[in-house]
Nanobody, 123 residues
Framework: QVQLVESGGGLVQPGGSLRLSCAASGSIFSINDMGWYRQAPGKQRELAATITSHDVTNYADFVKGRFTISRDSAKNTVYLQMNSLEPEDTAVYYC?????????????????WGQGTLVTVSS
């Protein structure tokens, strides 16, 4: 009933920038927290940044000062602006949302993941 679709990944040189987008669609009643996670090859998935419905943000130590998370609640979309990218940032980036969904006749709480978008930082 709900889908998260990420976009904006790709190949970028060290020091470059990318902007990821994640749009939620479906029978959405409201969205609480949204966030970006990443999983590098051979490593566990880890949190990069989260943002609440009141725009309170939280960042992992490794991204502070380089990444900025934001959201457009009218569009049910969350963004991740990534600057000063390093080869160590190479990973699949996943969008996550905690949201209330119309499941007639009720509203139910779900946590949903996107399919992931690959970011490769290499010269």
């Amino acid at each position: 009933q709900v889908q998260l679709v990420e976009s904006g990944g790709g190949l970028v040189q060290p020091g470059g920038s990318l902007r990821l987008s994640c749009a939620a669609s479906g029978s959405i009643f409201s969205i609480n927290d949204m966030g970006w996670y990443r999983q590098a090859p051979g490593k566990q998935r880890e949190l990069a940044a989260t943002i609440t419905s009141h725009d309170v943000t939280n960042y992992a130590d490794f991204v502070k000062g380089r990444f900025t998370i934001s959201r457009d609640s009218a569009k049910n979309t969350v963004y991740l602006q990534m600057n000063s990218l390093e080869p160590e940032d190479t990973a699949v980036y996943y969008c996550n949302a905690a949201l209330w969904v119309h499941v007639n006749p009720e509203v139910r709480y779900f946590e949903v993941w996107g399919q992931g978008t690959l970011v490769t930082v290499s010269s």
